[in-house]
């Protein structure tokens, strides 16, 4: 494990490019309608795309996928800095964001949300052919993406190439699911977007230092006005019910079942981990550098969990990665 206090050299576009909302009718779960409270089969998946290339139909896919109670604009930053030289999609996870609420709480699972990526990645490949596919996941993006990632070949349109875990692994420290378990769900309202960016820091300070600029710009994705005219966030706040209903013993049977899928990687592999983080151990960093994928890490100092990959120093330990010459000798 080294740590990294990378210089800041990376470049964003000249052109603050904006991304397309896109969506994909996904199979299982039933959605429900907000106007009426009916159900609907199946559900829609929200996602983000963003192209700078020149290219619509670029043959790489950078997939970014964000935490339990994020959304797919949380990538602005490093999707900006990818987007002249690949198409980036930021899904929304389902009862998130853009995308639909399902109308069963304890269907906000990994499983579902693995076979939505799939209908995702299904649909980007039928409108133009995938080449090469990599992954960036936070926190519970990294879980879906090592479901993904240790799918058996003729799944995925094409293997994932380059994987990116940022602050997870197959081993959770249970202390961190509980200290999340306090304010997930919790119905939070605001009467500005700058109280719920003052509010939001107290919650969220083990991100690591943010300019004002950056918070605000990560805290308005994540912002719903409501009839009262307030502000709430934007996700369902059922996805706290199956998150509570986890016990301790459940969690270490899910454990023994993440490592087997790390161990299945075949991907290049890049752990991502914020030194003061309280859910991703030195212990576990170190067993996935000695198995599997054998991930290499990067820490970042004074950072917790989980790093938000807007500090140019996180951008370019992912771009870097993300957009380097395949190794000598690889087909």
């Known amino acids: 494990m080294r740590s990294s206090n990378y210089p800041a050299s990376v470049r964003l576009p000249d052109t603050m490019i904006e991304p397309r909302l896109n969506y994909v009718r996904c199979p299982g779960a039933q959605a429900v309608r907000a106007e009426d409270g009916e159900t609907t089969p199946g559900h829609r998946m929200a996602y983000w795309e963003w192209n700078a290339t020149g290219n619509p139909k670029h043959p790489?896919?950078?997939?970014?996928?964000?935490?339990?109670?994020?959304?797919?604009?949380?990538f602005d930053t490093l999707a900006r800095a990818l987007a002249p030289h690949a198409r980036v999609v930021c899904p929304d996870v389902v009862g998130r964001g853009e995308s639909d609420w399902l109308a069963d709480p304890?269907?906000?699972?990994?499983?579902?949300?693995?076979?939505?990526?799939?209908?995702?990645?299904?649909?980007?490949?039928?409108?133009?052919?995938?080449?090469?596919l990599d992954w960036v996941g936070t926190s519970m993006g990294g879980l879906i993406g090592m479901v993904v990632s240790s799918l058996p070949?003729?799944?995925?349109?094409?293997?994932?190439?380059?994987?990116?875990?940022?602050?997870?692994?197959?081993?959770?420290?249970?202390?961190?699911?509980?200290?999340?378990?306090?304010?997930?769900?919790?119905?939070?309202?605001?009467?500005?977007?700058?109280?719920?960016?003052?509010?939001?820091?107290?919650?969220?300070?083990?991100?690591?230092?943010?300019?004002?600029?950056?918070?605000?710009?990560?805290?308005?994705?994540?912002?719903?006005?409501?009839?009262?005219?307030?502000?709430?966030?934007?996700?369902?706040?059922?996805?706290?019910?199956?998150?509570?209903?986890?016990?301790?013993?459940?969690a270490e049977k899910g454990e023994a079942l993440l490592w087997q899928l790390y161990d299945a990687i075949s991907a290049q592999t890049l752990v991502l981990r914020g030194a003061e983080s309280d859910l991703l151990s030195p212990a576990t960093v170190q067993a996935m550098a000695e198995r599997g994928p054998k991930a290499r890490c990067v820490e970042f100092a004074g950072v917790g969990h989980a790093p938000t990959l807007v500090a140019p120093g996180q951008v370019?330990?992912?771009?870097?990665?993300?957009?380097?010459?395949?190794?000598k000798g690889s087909a």
């Open 60 to 74: 790489q896919v950078v997939v970014c996928v964000h935490g339990l109670s994020r959304q797919g604009r949380d």
């Open 316 to 327: 370019e330990a992912v771009t870097r990665f993300l957009l380097a010459p395949p190794p």
């Open 106 to 132: 304890m269907a906000y699972d990994v499983q579902q949300y693995a076979g939505d990526m799939l209908a995702m990645l299904q649909q980007l490949h039928q409108e133009a052919p995938i080449d090469a």
């Open 153 to 250: 070949p003729g799944v995925l349109p094409v293997p994932v190439r380059r994987l990116v875990l940022n602050d997870v692994g197959p081993a959770i420290e249970w202390s961190a699911l509980e200290r999340i378990g306090q304010y997930l769900g919790a119905p939070l309202r605001f009467d500005s977007p700058e109280q719920a960016a003052a509010q939001l820091w107290d919650m969220s300070t083990s991100f690591g230092p943010h300019t004002p600029e950056q918070w605000m710009a990560l805290t308005r994705p994540m912002l719903r006005t409501t009839p009262q005219g307030q502000y709430r966030l934007h996700y369902d706040p059922a996805i706290a019910q199956p998150f509570r209903a986890l016990t301790r013993e459940a």
